[in-house]
C-alpha cells in the first residue's frame, strides 16, 4: 500500500469566513469553510450558528481520510469560537452524508437535512425561556421540565416567574418529562409543528402533571406569528 503524502491541517481566517484546509505540497486538496449566522429558536430567542460550505475534496486526494480530519478540525475551531450550533445543508444521497452522522449532525427538516446542536442545554434553555417570558401563566407556577432529547443525557429546568435555569441535576419531583428527538425539538421551536400534534404522531413522549402540559401546549399555540429573521 503506497504511502499518504505528508498533510498539514491549517486555518485561514478573512473577513467573515474562516477556511479550514488539509494542504500537501504546498495545496489545498480538502477544505471546508464557515461564517456566523443567528439560528432562531424562538420569538425573542436565537443562538449564533456556524454554517458550514465550501466543502470539498480534489478527485486525487479522496479516499484517504481527509474530509473526515478536515471536519475533525473544523468543529473544534467552531467551538473554541464560541458557537453554540453549526448547520450546513446536503443531500442525503450523497456520500459525505454518512460521514456527517458519525460526527453527530442530525436530519432536522426535509429539506435542511444535516444539522448539528452543539449545546443542548443553552439551546433548550433560550428556546424555553422565550416561552415563559410570554407566557403569564407558566410565570405564575414554579415548575421543574426535563427534556430529553436523543441522544443526550436528559436536561433539567426550572421555571420560576419569568427566570428559567437549567440545574445540574434532576429535581426530587419532575412536573413535567418530555422525551423527543433533536428534530422534534426544532420543529416545535420553530414552529413547524404543535405539541399535541407531535405527541398525537409518537414524535414527543409525555409523563408527567397533565396541568403542566396544558399550559405548555397553550403557550406553544399562542406563538403562531412568522419567525423573526435576525
Known sequence: M????????KVRRSNHWTQV???AQGRDVSHLGYTEARLQVGKNASVRMATIGGVGTEKTHRR???AQEVLARALEEIRRDGFTAAGLYTSRSIVAHRLYRRFGFVDVWRR????KIINHPLMARRALASLVT???ELQSRRLHISLKLDPPS???????GNELCVLSRAPRQIDLLLTMSDMTFMRLCHREIGLEQARTAKLVRCTGDSSTYELLKRALCGRRDPI???
Open 2 to 9: 503506497a504511502r499518504r503524502e505528508a498533510v498539514e491541517l
Open 21 to 23: 484546509y488539509a494542504e
Open 64 to 66: 484517504r481520510g481527509l
Open 112 to 115: 435542511r437535512p444535516a444539522f
Open 134 to 136: 410570554e407566557s403569564a
Open 154 to 160: 436528559p436536561i433539567h429546568l426550572r421555571i420560576e
Open 228 to 230: 423573526d429573521e435576525e
